[in-house]
């Protein structure tokens, strides 16, 4: 008995430590669709080939904007490997985390000027075609182009310091260099000996990243396919982040020189792509990792909620049916699929299955078809026009989503109600009970989450990402998922100390909400 009690705390504490290290990357990735936005207008609208198409923008005055624009958005995307340090520092990092922050931007420097200085004694420093040989400019500073991995490994080494020295006693002659003043000292001098490692093994470990990236690129069709499935199966736990950054940011996305630099990453070549006039056609790495999300979020899952509108029972239609227009227009402007994906996922496992699958599918078809049509962080009509449209039909192929996406909705309505009603399934308005959730707000809400946690005191951590409360609990018995569902979520997933409870887009008003209550009381 106490070896299972064990194993079930082991295996809720590793889910814990997942879901803490996926949500760290939520603070850089919430920068990238203010950035995308900036770029994607201000880039598609100075382009030198869209003032020709478009005569009315010519105009000096509204150029100069698109331009301050189109730079505000790149030096973002210029610069995110700093971003993921410091955002990873302070995401895993519980208090103090200016200090956390400070230290990574510390770190990252000392990091990177280590590089430096080797490259200048090795004789290495090269004078021209800095891609050519994997070294870029990063802060001003010549180094080795580590991107977006050696960001996230300056963050992760700046967080384990922190944990060890923030509360350190120093002797008293040195008090005042104890407790949190001690953690940037200490990570500046360990950043020396993470850049001498990283001097000596990230060219090794950088052709290791292009081999794997050229296992996947070998796979072809089907290797897309895998991909896309895989993103959508680690949704539900929150952890697809991990799965998909590498690709958008990373080697493993692929790599290209553009403008005489070496950039890594699906996203980060489109977006550097995106800036440059001289670009014809986009790098088609982006329709492999990127595009085929629009197939899904703009008209696969419309239909699955049509689906489950036609299905419901009569006297519940009208309740369901405003629940689904209102998750399915998340899904169509914006990509936030969750609302749509928890009203199916835990009552019809199956039909999430199929629905991987069939995003699968849309992957693989937007790789056939080379649509390239990049995204900030999801794949909705926004993005679609920003990325796609305002690009033009032959740097994007953007036509073929609206053309692909029409009997994808289809497909999904009624492979869906095939199954729902085949299988009798549960989903929303075919439940057994005749009660219906009351959507709360404010005081009571709030209550009813503090006690379906386990009431104050059990709350160890709060966060959360773009739908879902992040929370880690001292005693995850003490969790009461009735109350949590009658506060308004739409699911809860719990693994152990580590709990998940899926709200939709206001998620982020109601965690100000808890912390308010649990920080004032």
Not at 262 to 269: H, S
Not at 311 to 316: H, M
Not at 444 to 463: C, F, P, Q, T, Y
Not at 475 to 492: H, I, P, T, W, Y
Request: hydrophobic content about 50%; aromatic content about 12%; proline content about 3%.
């Amino acid at each position: 008995m106490n070896i299972f009690a064990q194993k079930e705390k082991s295996d809720g504490s590793l889910f814990a430590k997942a879901q803490g290290f996926s949500k760290s990357f939520m603070l850089p990735i919430s920068v990238l669709p203010a950035a995308g936005i900036l770029l994607g207008i201000g880039g598609a609208l100075s382009n030198p080939n869209s003032v020709k198409a478009y005569p009315f923008l010519n105009i000096e005055w509204l150029q100069n904007v698109f331009t301050v624009m189109a730079a505000a958005g790149d030096v973002i995307f210029s610069n995110l490997p700093i971003l993921f340090a410091v955002g990873v520092a302070v995401g895993l990092t519980k208090t103090d985390k200016g200090t956390a922050g400070l230290s990574a931007v510390l770190a990252f420097l000392v990091v990177n000027s280590t590089m430096n200085a080797m490259l200048k004694i090795t004789g290495t420093l090269a004078k021209d075609n800095l891609a050519g040989v994997g070294q870029g400019m990063s802060l001003g500073i010549q180094t080795l182009e580590t991107g977006v991995f050696g960001g996230v490994t300056v963050g992760i080494m700046t967080y384990l310091l922190h944990v060890r020295f923030n509360k350190i006693e120093l002797p008293q002659f040195l008090g005042f260099f104890g407790g949190s003043r001690f953690v940037p000292i200490v990570t500046s001098f360990s950043a020396i000996f993470l850049g001498l490692m990283m001097f000596f093994v990230w060219p090794h470990l950088q052709q290791l990243i292009f081999c794997v990236g050229g296992l996947v690129e070998s796979t072809g069709y089907i290797g897309t396919l895998i991909y896309g499935f895989v993103l959508r199966m680690l949704g539900p736990f929150g952890l697809h982040h991990i799965f998909y950054l590498p690709f958008w940011t990373t080697a493993l996305g692929g790599a290209e020189i553009i403008d005489g630099e070496l950039v890594e990453g699906a996203q980060r070549i489109f977006f550097a792509q995106l800036g440059d006039p001289n670009t014809e056609e986009y790098y088609i790495g982006i329709s492999r990792f990127m595009s085929g999300r629009f197939i899904t979020m703009m008209f696969g899952l419309l239909g699955a909620c049509l689906a489950i509108y036609r299905t419901a029972k009569p006297e519940k239609k009208k309740a369901v049916g405003g629940l689904m227009l209102s998750a399915g227009l998340t899904s169509f402007l914006t990509g936030i699929t969750e609302p749509v994906e928890f009203s199916f996922m835990f009552v019809a496992p199956a039909l999430y299955v199929l629905h991987a699958f069939f995003d699968g599918c849309a992957f693989m078809l937007a790789h056939i078809l080379q649509i390239t049509v990049g995204q900030t962080f999801s794949g909705g009509f926004i993005d679609l026009i920003l990325f796609g449209i305002l690009q033009g039909a032959d740097k994007t192929n953007w036509i073929y989503i609206p053309m692909v996406g029409v009997p994808w909705f289809f497909l999904y309505y009624f492979s869906f109600k095939y199954l729902i009603l085949k299988f009798e399934f549960k989903t929303l308005g075919r439940e057994d009970d005749e009660e219906t959730a009351e959507i709360l707000g404010g005081s009571k809400r709030v209550d009813l989450i503090i006690r379906g946690l386990g009431g104050k005191e059990n709350i160890a951590e709060l966060d959360c990402c773009a739908t879902r409360l992040r929370v880690t609990v001292k005693d995850g018995g003490k969790v009461r998922e009735r109350l949590l569902k009658e506060s308004g979520s739409l699911a809860v997933l719990q693994s152990g100390a580590g709990v998940q409870v899926i709200y939709g887009p206001q998620v982020t008003v109601i965690k100000n909400e808890l912390e308010e209550i649990l920080c004032c009381e």
